[in-house]
């Protein structure tokens, strides 16, 4: 397992090319039979496409109970996005890969408070933010 790039460094130029990312499961996005998961790593983001058409379907079942800061290595192809649907807020928003294989390295629970987003973090009780500061000590 060793990654051939970081997840903010993907650009219209790595088109075509094959890459391995590893990183904390961002985000779980299925919309009409597509799942998309945005890797994070300590560099960025980046959006990885899982097609159950050009999957086998253990894999894709397996991507659809990933977890947020659930922590997968993918290999995929990267492409460009369709137009309409890049994103100018990140670096690698043009892009996307469209994954071909999928392990996952760890498995997360279920979060007991949303690590990436500040404001409702900040709202949690401050006994669970200390029972959980490991997680605490994760967020921006």
Not at 46 to 71: I, M, N
């Amino acid at each position: 397992m060793k990654r051939t790039h970081h997840c903010n460094e993907l650009r219209p130029a790595h088109a075509g090319q094959t890459v391995t990312l590893v990183g904390w499961v961002h985000s779980r996005r299925d919309l009409g039979g597509l799942l998309f998961i945005d890797l994070r790593d300590r560099e960025g983001r980046t959006q990885t496409v899982f097609d159950p058409t050009d999957l086998p379907a253990d894999l894709f079942e397996s991507a659809t109970h990933l977890h947020s800061e659930s922590v997968i290595e993918v290999i995929g192809k990267v492409r460009a996005r369709p137009p309409g649907t890049e994103n100018s807020k990140i670096p690698t928003g043009q892009v996307e890969v469209l994954v071909q294989q999928c392990l996952v390295l760890n498995q997360a629970a279920i979060l007991p408070f949303p690590v990436d987003d500040p404001e409702i973090a900040n709202k949690v009780n401050e006994e669970l933010r200390l029972q959980f500061r490991y997680l605490d000590l994760r967020r921006p």
